[in-house]
């Protein structure tokens, strides 16, 4: 069974560039999560879809950041436009409806010079 | 809101040697589940063990046990026999259910275990 794949691993960027990350869950998890991870810290929840719908966005910086799942199965998420600040991993997981247990990409390391 | 501290940012142990990583948490809510993920160096994050909060019974997964008081809010998490591929940064988290039965996770700071030869 495969993973959850999330692409591009590494982006090296110019603040106030746009950038998007793509992730592909488990087949049949309908809840996905975007997390961001700073070095040496806990994933901190950016948004989580259940489905195609967007139920918990509170911590999703809307003025710069955007997401969707279409078809409530692959998700992208897009910074326009980037900042110093937003140089983080971008992990991306999914999880079945029975167990709750995450299932997480490699992430997405992006580098904002 | 809910709070998870992990006090130990590094901790060591030796090969074949037992280590506890230590995990606190703070909820008003009565039901829940508590988790270890584990995060090996440059690979994805994976689930190590999960608690549920109404079972009394400590959980288990080979190597791998917790000590879960849920009257002290702590949730330690024991390796025994410590092998070279637990070196990793392991995250405490705790999780509730929400309304359309999903969970919603917060995670702690973290904390990096190396096991040495």
């Known amino acids: 069974e495969a993973g959850v794949v999330q692409s591009p691993r590494y982006k090296i960027i110019e603040k106030k560039q746009p950038v998007a990350f793509w992730c592909n869950p488990i087949s049949g998890h309908n809840t996905l999560y975007w997390y961001l991870q700073n070095l040496g810290q806990g994933p901190e929840l950016l948004i989580r879809y259940e489905n195609e719908e967007a139920v918990d966005d509170s911590q999703l910086p809307k003025d710069r950041f955007s997401a969707e799942r279409l078809k409530g199965v692959d998700s992208t998420l897009k910074i326009q436009p980037a900042e110093l600040g937003d140089s983080a991993v971008y992990l991306c997981?999914?999880?079945?409806?029975?167990?709750?247990?995450?299932?997480f990409g490699e992430g997405s390391r992006l580098t904002v010079l | 809101a809910q709070t998870v501290t992990q006090s130990q940012p590094e901790m060591s142990v030796q090969e074949a040697e037992t280590v506890t990583l230590s995990c606190t948490y703070d909820t008003s809510e009565n039901n829940y589940y508590l988790f270890w993920y584990k995060q090996p160096p440059s690979r994805q994050m994976i689930l190590v063990i999960r608690q549920e909060a109404y079972k009394q019974q400590n959980a288990t997964e080979n190597r791998f046990s917790v000590n879960f008081q849920k009257a002290a809010k702590s949730f330690s998490l024991k390796i025994s026999d410590s092998q070279l591929g637990d070196t990793a940064m392991y995250f405490c988290a705790f999780a509730r259910t929400t309304t359309s039965g999903t969970y919603k996770y917060i995670f702690g700071t973290g904390t990096r275990l190396k096991v040495l030869a």
């Open positions: 997981a999914s999880s079945p409806a029975e167990t709750g247990e995450l299932f």
